[in-house]
């Protein structure tokens, strides 16, 4: 773009971009990727971008900067004292893709197949690129995953490095989290530490994405009796239950046996990402209401017996709800939607509103009279 650009040895970061700006076209776009590790190696960067621009307020010329590390490039971009604060026009903060991408980046052949490889990689399109090397999800997991010469065998170690100082106690945490200890009481029992200095490191994981609040629907935040905390990436959830409590017997290449023990759980595996694709696909569901968020609810019913639902959610008017079921397993459907039925006349919320009943099967979707199942063909098309 600028003819004899890479012909010069710049003395500095001053002496590039100023020639950049100087000789750049309007509309022009310089690019810095990895910005964070750009500032590791020269600290004076970012007061040169931001004499630059300064000096250039009125030229045309765009900036982007890149970075996987949230915590640098908030610091870098946010903080009041940073010397790029108040220069930002636009702040994307880009989330892995929505599962009904993997179809066609993977070329599979259903939505269950989709189903099953998204509840490995979840939605980053580096894990996809790789897996698509791979004859098969099978091999893709052993050759990329299990195996210690496998490129994501310490995928985890190395997202934590860019976001946090302390790993170990980040890692104990995911470690329980994906374990099934879901309360604060329980992580801070096998953690053997106070439930209060918990709070901040697990909202440090929940801000970066990689847990996941929970509280019933309809409920605040702020009811932490009622809180659970969950993996919120598919590849960690994989990852920290087959992987990490089999490092050693993987770290002497006994694969053969931690395979066997993904396949005999790969389907309860799968089923707890079926859960999340089917709240998740509520708002797109196409029926002829529009239906909000949706979310698991559990507590008390009607009856003041314990009871839980996996998907519910309200109409865009407040004057239906809609409670759902989630299996990936062969299932009566019939049976189901009549202990679905059950549930929502003892849900507290439905009382005195219409309830619309919906389960999310393995199986092909239909209409089951007034109820509907929905299948993975649908919940994949739904998610673009």
Request: proline content about 6%.
């Amino acid at each position: 773009m600028l003819p004899g650009f890479d012909a010069v040895q710049y003395p500095d970061w001053q002496a590039l971009l100023a020639r950049f700006w100087a000789e750049a076209r309007p509309g022009s776009v310089l690019v810095l990727d990895e910005f964070p590790s750009m500032v590791a190696a020269a600290r004076e960067l970012p007061s040169v971008i931001q004499k630059i621009l300064d000096l250039n307020a009125t030229k045309r010329v765009h900036l982007v900067i890149a970075g996987s590390s949230q915590r640098m490039m908030h610091g870098l971009v946010l903080d009041q004292t940073a010397p790029l604060y108040g220069r930002t026009h636009e702040i994307l903060e880009i989330g892995p893709l929505r599962a009904g991408w993997i179809q066609p980046a993977l070329q599979l052949k259903d939505g269950v197949s989709a189903v099953e490889s998204y509840s490995v990689w979840g939605g980053i399109p580096r894990y996809w690129e790789l897996a698509a090397t791979c004859p098969n999800l099978t091999r893709a997991v052993r050759d990329l995953v299990l195996s210690p010469l496998g490129v994501l065998h310490d995928e985890p170690a190395g997202l934590l490095l860019d976001d946090l100082r302390d790993t170990a106690q980040a890692t104990s945490i995911l470690s329980l989290v994906g374990g099934g200890c879901h309360r604060m009481s329980e992580i801070a029992a096998r953690l053997e530490k106070p439930a209060t200095s918990l709070s901040r490191p697990l909202q440090r994981l929940v801000d970066l994405g990689l847990v996941r609040r929970e509280t019933p629907f309809g409920t605040s935040v702020r009811d932490t009796k009622r809180t659970a905390y969950r993996l919120g990436d598919p590849f960690l959830r994989f990852w920290f239950r087959f992987v990490g409590p089999n490092r050693s017997r993987l770290a002497t290449r006994r694969l053969e046996p931690v395979e066997r023990e993904v396949q005999a759980a790969f389907a309860h595996h799968v089923g707890s990402v079926w859960e999340d694709l089917a709240r998740e696909s509520v708002p797109s569901l196409g029926d002829k209401r529009e239906w909000g968020p949706a979310s698991r609810w559990w507590g008390p019913g009607l009856d003041r017996r314990p009871m839980e639902i996996d998907v519910v959610a309200e109409s865009a008017d407040g004057d239906a709800v809609l409670v759902g079921e989630v299996r990936w397993s062969a299932i009566d459907v019939e049976r189901v939607l009549a202990e679905l039925r059950r549930k929502a006349d003892n849900l507290p919320l439905a009382k005195g509103r219409r309830t619309v009943l919906a389960v999310w099967s393995k199986s092909k979707g239909r209409r089951v009279g007034s109820a509907r199942t929905i299948g993975p063909e649908e919940v994949i098309r739904r998610l673009l």
